[in-house]
C-alpha cells in the first residue's frame, strides 16, 4: 500500500536555527497538509496545500512556517528561526482530493529545539 | 467547527468487541465521520469513513444513527496490538476535511 514517507525522523537543532522537514506525499494525491503534535497534547492542523498554494492554515502558522512543494515529489515544511516551543512531533499528511476525503499521514518528524 | 466528543479512556481484554462512541451534535449535512488511530511515535493511520448507516471494512465497522449525532466505532475480537489512540473527526462544516479537528482521543487498553 503507498504511503507517506517523512524525513528525517528525529532533528535535533539549536534554538535560532532554521529547519525544513521533508515530506513525500502519496504519488496521485493532490492535497497536502502539515499537522504538529507536542508530547501529550492533541494533533494540531497547520496548514493544507494545493495546487502550488496554501489552501488554509491555523493561527500556529505565523511568518516563521513556510511551505513548499519544489518539485513534483517532496512536500518541504520550513521553520525560521526556530524556538523551544517548536519542540513537538511534526506529521506529513496527503489525500487523493478535497472534500471529505481520508488523509494518509505519514509516521512523522520529532524536532527536538535546544 | 463541529465537535466531538468521546471517552478519555476504555479498556479491554483480548478476543473482545470493543465499542467506542464518539458524539457530534453540530455536525454539518455535508460533514462525514473519519477514525484515525494512533501508536505512540507514529502518524495517525485512517481505519474507516462513514456518512450515514453502517459501514465495515476489514478492520471495524462504524455505525451511525439517523440523526448522525453520533457514532460508534466498533473493533471485533481485539488483540493486543489493537492498543493505541482512537480519534473521531468530523468535516470543517462545509464538507471537507481539510482543516481536521482533532481531539484527545480514546486511549484503549487492550489487556491479555
Known amino acids: 500500500e503507498p504511503e507517506v514517507t517523512q524525513t528525517p525522523s528525529h532533528q535535533v537543532t539549536q534554538m535560532g536555527q532554521e529547519v525544513i522537514l521533508r515530506c513525500v506525499p502519496i504519488s496521485n494525491h493532490l492535497y497536502f497538509y502539515w499537522y504538529r503534535q507536542i508530547l501529550g497534547q492533541k494533533v494540531e492542523f497547520l496548514v493544507s496545500f494545493y495546487n502550488n498554494e496554501i489552501s488554509e492554515k491555523s493561527e500556529i502558522f505565523d511568518d516563521q512556517f513556510s511551505v513548499e512543494r519544489p518539485d513534483g515529489s517532496n512536500f518541504t515544511l520550513k521553520i525560521r528561526s526556530t524556538k523551544l516551543e517548536d519542540s513537538a512531533m511534526y506529521f506529513c499528511a496527503s489525500s487523493l482530493r478535497d472534500g471529505n476525503q481520508p488523509q494518509h499521514f505519514g509516521d512523522g518528524t520529532r524536532l527536538s529545539i535546544l | 467547527l463541529a465537535k466531538t466528543t468521546q471517552p478519555i479512556s476504555m479498556d479491554s481484554y483480548e478476543g473482545q468487541e470493543v465499542n467506542i462512541t464518539c458524539s457530534h451534535n453540530n455536525i454539518a449535512t455535508n460533514d462525514y465521520i473519519t477514525w484515525y488511530q494512533q501508536f505512540p511515535s507514529q502518524g495517525p493511520r485512517f481505519i474507516i469513513q462513514g456518512y450515514k448507516t453502517k459501514v465495515t471494512n476489514e478492520v471495524a465497522s462504524l455505525f451511525i444513527p439517523a440523526d448522525r449525532k453520533s457514532s460508534t466505532l466498533s473493533l471485533p475480537r481485539v488483540s493486543l496490538s489493537d492498543t493505541a489512540v482512537y480519534y473521531c473527526?468530523?468535516?470543517?462544516?462545509?464538507?471537507?476535511?481539510?482543516?481536521?479537528?482533532w481531539g484527545l482521543g480514546t486511549s484503549l487498553a487492550v489487556n491479555p
Open positions: 473527526l468530523v468535516g470543517d462544516g462545509a464538507g471537507n476535511n481539510r482543516k481536521l479537528i
